[in-house]
């Protein structure tokens, strides 16, 4: 009996000491992420580094990519989606100016990795994802990881979520040829709507739109490449 007790308990301190060594290992890995691909391309934003430095990226890819979360790529999340690429995320956070008191609508939930980023700065995350597998995986995820302040549905973010507008910020993680007229309306007056926009499967360019005044002021950015806003029937 005695015994028993004494190996389960050592086998307890083996499990826990290898799981923190994993743990202080992605840590590692997370911050060289941010010096070499988020910081030394110019992302200057304290919030925005320290939320990457933070979110335990390899958490949010699946389970046979987690050696490869904190390279400088997108990965592959199941059903011809991806989990975007770590500057992307670190890129379209700054580019959102989030603070604390803000209000965010995400449409294309995939992993949840930029939802739990930008939820790390801001007031509350509502994020949409279309195929229900992926939706119901990145609740569960951010439940595991304690975000109360993100907010899952399932389905087309095309006509966004009016029951909460208007938002801050609107980021969409998926391209269309053009900017929805219903995230348009549901942005708020000074808000920032950030997303990929030109033709499928092919490189789009980044637009910020702002309102101001009511009137929406356009900005081309970067040039990136993102999986289709797919449309439900
Ligand atoms: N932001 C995600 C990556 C997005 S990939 C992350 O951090 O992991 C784009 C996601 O948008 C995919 O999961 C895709 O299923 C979803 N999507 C595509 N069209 C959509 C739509 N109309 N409404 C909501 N989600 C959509």
Redesign the pocket.
């Known amino acids: 009996m005695r015994f028993l007790l004494v190996t389960g308990v050592f086998f307890i301190f083996f499990v826990s000491c290898t799981f923190s060594q994993d743990e202080s290992k992605f840590a590692e890995l997370r911050k060289e992420m941010v010096n070499k691909q988020i910081i030394a391309n110019g992302i200057r934003n304290p919030q925005t580094i320290k939320a990457m430095l933070k979110v335990p990226r390899h958490l949010?890819v699946p389970k046979e990519y987690i050696h490869r979360a904190y390279e400088d790529t997108p990965l592959p999340?199941g059903?011809n989606?991806?989990?975007?690429q770590p500057f992307i995320?670190a890129y379209m956070t700054e580019l959102a100016r989030p603070s604390k008191n803000k209000k965010v609508l995400?449409?294309?939930?995939?992993?949840?990795?930029?939802?739990a980023v930008l939820a790390e700065i801001v007031d509350t995350v509502y994020t949409?994802?279309?195929?229900p597998e992926?939706a119901r995986e990145?609740e569960d995820r951010l439940k595991r990881l304690g975000y109360k302040n993100i907010i899952v549905k399932t389905?087309?973010?095309?006509n966004g979520w009016k029951e909460h507008a208007p938002y801050d910020i609107i980021m969409v993680?998926?391209a269309t040829d053009h900017i929805p007229q219903p995230l348009l309306d549901q942005l708020a007056e000074n808000g920032r709507l950030i997303m990929p926009v030109g033709p499928q499967w092919s490189a789009q360019r980044l637009v910020l739109a702002v309102k101001k005044n009511g009137k929406i002021e356009r900005t081309q950015l970067a040039m990136v490449r993102?999986?289709?806003?797919?449309?439900?029937q």
């Open positions: 949010f999340i059903y989606q991806t989990i975007s995320v995400e449409i294309g939930t995939g992993s949840g990795y930029q939802a949409i994802e279309i195929i992926l990145a389905g087309d973010g095309y993680t998926a993102f999986v289709p806003l797919l449309r439900s």
